[in-house]
């Protein structure tokens, strides 16, 4: 599987960016997807994740830090997942990573929020918030 983010770039604090993850493939419905993002001098960390199953339809997954302002999606028919971006502050600054995961069964929260739990990883796109 391959990953594509876009859709980074520069804003002011209180503006709103949506970023696009782009995946190869013929089974994308099968992958939980996670964004994660990484400040300079900072760990990478855990942004959102989203799964779908055909019996229990889609969950979703989001880091106390963006609850409310992040929203995630997927469009499986076009292998891409979202992260709409608002009230953006200078702290979301940072490059932004979409990752994939194989999933076959339940996921938990704590495995969705894993980086580590993850197979693959886009090349990340930089998103830079203006005070």
């Known amino acids: 599987v391959q990953l594509q983010a876009s859709g980074g770039g520069l804003v002011q604090a209180g503006g709103s960016l949506r970023l696009s993850c782009a995946a190869s493939g013929r089974t994308f419905s099968s992958y939980a997807m996670g964004w994660f993002r990484q400040a300079p001098g900072k760990e990478r960390e855990f942004v959102s994740a989203?799964?779908?199953?055909?019996?229990?339809?889609?969950?979703?997954a989001y880091a106390d830090s963006v609850k409310g302002r992040f929203t995630i999606s997927r469009n499986n028919a076009k292998n891409t997942v979202y992260l709409q971006m608002n009230s953006l502050n200078p702290e979301d600054t940072a490059v932004y990573f979409c990752?994939?995961?194989?999933?076959?069964?339940?996921?938990?929260?704590?495995?969705?929020?894993?980086?580590?739990?993850?197979?693959?990883w886009g090349q990340g796109t930089q998103v830079t918030v203006s005070s």
């Open positions: 989203i799964r779908y199953s055909s019996w229990s339809g889609t969950s979703t």
């Open positions: 990752a994939a995961r194989y999933t076959t069964g339940v996921v938990t929260t704590t495995t969705m929020s894993n980086p580590e739990s993850y197979d693959y």
